[in-house]
């Protein structure tokens, strides 16, 4: 399960929100997952402070502080016992707003981190939100070849020896990019989107069987690598002939997926076989599912002429 500390939140975001530690040391290492939603519903990441629906990260502007500064001793009290009983990882206090010294005491008392930031408060929570939505992203591992075709990220996959890391290197010499080979991590960072990264240990390297080890940044230079891409396109490498390729319909209206961590990815089947050129057929491929993506689909076009040509025959 994706988790991370408050305390790393804090070294990665010190920085760019000119966040500052004011109490609460002891909870350094309260954890953010991206559970919380799902098993908690009422409980969300980062909003302002919120007693009836909490944050897991709770941010206090000007107009939180000047509330709270504005209650009597005891409702100060009484909205600080409410406020940590609650199952609060972190409060930021943005806007260089003064820190009440209840909350410096309710946090030290609870274990709570408490922060303070220079940046306004909606900039601070769109920063923490983006940055927690790719920290705490649902990931997998696939097996392939991801590369940068056209600016669509393509996946390539199919049983070993069916010539992935060629074709990748031949794509690769025409142009395009790559991103990760053999491992591939794979997160949902937001419902409908997948982003590909390669694990750092194979990192700019693809290996091709009979040459061994290439560092593709090396021989191509620093244009031929991506850090990352969205996943868009799977192109599956199978046999020509035999019963593999039997299912295939050759003017197939209703495009094939295969669903990764809940999201339908449209996947394609390529035969291989002698003579084919691979490279030509994955850009054309892309190509091809750009323009659907725009609307323009050639199998229905196709089909549309032929009905109208049989109409005109009768």
């Known amino acids: 399960m994706?988790?991370?500390?408050?305390r790393q939140l804090f070294i990665d975001n010190a920085e760019k929100l000119r966040l500052t530690w004011v109490a609460g040391q002891s909870g350094?290492?309260?954890?953010?997952?991206?559970?919380?939603?799902?098993?908690?519903?009422?409980?969300?990441?980062?909003?302002?402070?919120?007693?009836?629906?909490?944050?897991?990260?709770?941010v206090l502007g000007i107009a939180e502080v000047n509330y709270f500064q504005g209650l009597s001793p005891d409702a100060q009290k009484e909205s600080v016992q409410r406020l940590f009983a609650n199952e609060m990882a972190l409060m930021v206090v943005a806007n260089s707003q003064p820190v009440p010294e209840a909350l410096k005491?309710?946090?030290?008392?609870?274990?709570?981190?408490?922060?303070?930031?220079?940046?306004?408060?909606?900039y601070l929570m769109d920063v923490l939100r983006y940055y927690l939505s790719k920290a705490l992203a649902v990931s997998t591992h696939l097996h392939g070849v991801f590369l940068d075709v056209l600016e669509v990220?393509?996946?390539l996959t199919g049983e070993s020896s069916m010539g992935k890391s060629e074709l990748a290197l031949e794509l690769i010499s025409r142009g395009h990019g790559l991103v990760a080979d053999d491992v591939v991590e794979v997160y949902r960072t937001n419902p409908e989107m997948l982003e590909g990264r390669c694990p750092p240990m194979l990192r700019d390297f693809l290996e091709v069987r009979g040459i061994g080890v290439l560092n593709i940044r090396t021989i191509f230079g620093e244009t031929a690598v991506r850090p990352k891409k969205?996943?868009?396109?799977?192109?599956h490498l199978a046999k020509a002939g035999g019963e593999t390729l039997a299912p295939i319909d050759r003017l197939q209206m209703q495009a094939a997926t295969q669903e990764i961590l809940g999201v339908q990815v449209?996947?394609?089947?390529?035969?291989?076989?002698?003579?084919?050129?691979?490279?030509?057929?994955?850009?054309?491929?892309?190509r091809n599912?750009?323009?659907?993506?725009?609307?323009?689909?050639?199998?229905?076009?196709f089909i549309e002429r032929h009905q109208r040509f049989m109409e005109l025959g009768e």
């Open 153 to 155: 990220g393509v996946l």
């Open 230 to 235: 969205t996943l868009k396109l799977i192109v």
């Open 105 to 122: 005491e309710g946090a030290e008392r609870h274990h709570v981190p408490l922060l303070t930031s220079s940046e306004q408060s909606p």
């Open 289 to 301: 599912y750009i323009l659907q993506l725009r609307g323009i689909d050639s199998t229905r076009e």
């Open 266 to 286: 449209r996947k394609l089947v390529i035969p291989v076989a002698a003579g084919r050129n691979l490279a030509v057929l994955v850009e054309a491929a892309v």
């Open 28 to 58: 350094a290492n309260n954890l953010l997952t991206n559970d919380a939603a799902e098993q908690k519903p009422r409980l969300a990441l980062v909003g302002h402070l919120n007693f009836i629906h909490p944050n897991r990260v709770q």
């Open 2 to 6: 994706p988790q991370i500390t408050v």
